[in-house]
């Protein structure tokens, strides 16, 4: 299947800096790529949905300044989170949409798992 | 957005034994998927179930998805301690994915 990577796996940082989390997609092409946030012990929550080329989607009650996404071609989405306090310590996932026309599945990253001091 | 209602939460048993978990909504499934995920690690797709009825294995795994497309189950037969982790749930339009709260099973040897 497709591969997705995440990148860093894991990063620590201090209350009040930002954080840059990537997604590739390694070995096709995608237009569109989801980011989830997971709780420990709970299910993913979709935040928000990276179009290549547009500015990102995000799903109710996520702060688009909080959680700034970029994506800048059709292999790379990043996710940004600004002035990180505690409560944004979660694991972190991707998704990534094969291009219509191939076989149309999505596959996910491996996550980072953000820890904010 | 479609509630999707898995159960049971928890689940822990010996390595041998069989088991069911299910996944449940009050409305029509579209399509669903079967994830399985380990910790710290992103979930992996196992099936994708669409028409009512369907049963789908997958070596000892088996799913069922409702006549209605209302429900689904997942049956491991002889379960392993490989087969510890969070099963997922999940269904959606234009991929974009509503997960259920997950089973989390642990195998024990």
């Known amino acids: 299947g497709a591969v997705v990577s995440q990148h860093p796996s894991r990063v620590i940082c201090k209350s009040g800096t930002s954080v840059k989390i990537e997604c590739r997609s390694l070995?096709?092409?995608?237009?569109?790529m989801f980011w989830y946030r997971q709780f420990p012990k709970q299910s993913l929550m979709l935040m928000a949905t990276?179009?290549?080329?547009?500015?990102?989607?995000?799903e109710q009650g996520v702060e688009k300044d909080k959680f700034l996404i970029n994506h800048a071609s059709l292999t790379l989405s990043t996710l940004t989170v600004t002035s990180a306090h505690p409560e944004d310590s979660s694991f972190y996932i991707c998704?990534?949409?094969?291009?219509?026309?191939?076989?149309?599945?999505?596959?996910f990253g491996e996550g980072s798992r953000l820890t904010v001091l | 957005t479609q509630l999707l209602e898995q159960s049971p939460q928890f689940l822990s048993i010996q390595e041998g034994e069989n088991l069911t978990v299910y996944c449940n909504s009050s409305?029509?499934?579209?399509?669903l998927q079967w994830y399985r995920q380990e910790p710290g690690e992103g979930p992996v797709l196992l099936v994708t179930?669409?028409?009512?009825?369907e049963v789908k294995k997958l070596k000892r795994l088996t799913f069922q998805f409702g006549d209605a497309r209302k429900d689904s189950s997942l049956h491991i037969t002889a379960a392993q301690p490989g087969d510890t982790g969070l099963y997922l749930c999940?269904?959606?339009?234009?991929?974009?994915?509503?997960f259920g709260k997950g089973t989390l099973l642990t195998v024990n040897p």
């Open positions: 179930v669409v028409t009512g009825g």
């Open positions: 990276s179009n290549e080329g547009s500015k990102a989607t995000y």
């Open positions: 070995d096709f092409q995608a237009t569109t």
């Open positions: 998704s990534a949409r094969v291009l219509a026309g191939e076989t149309g599945e999505l596959f």
């Open positions: 409305s029509v499934f579209s399509s």
């Open positions: 999940a269904s959606g339009s234009n991929y974009k994915l509503t």
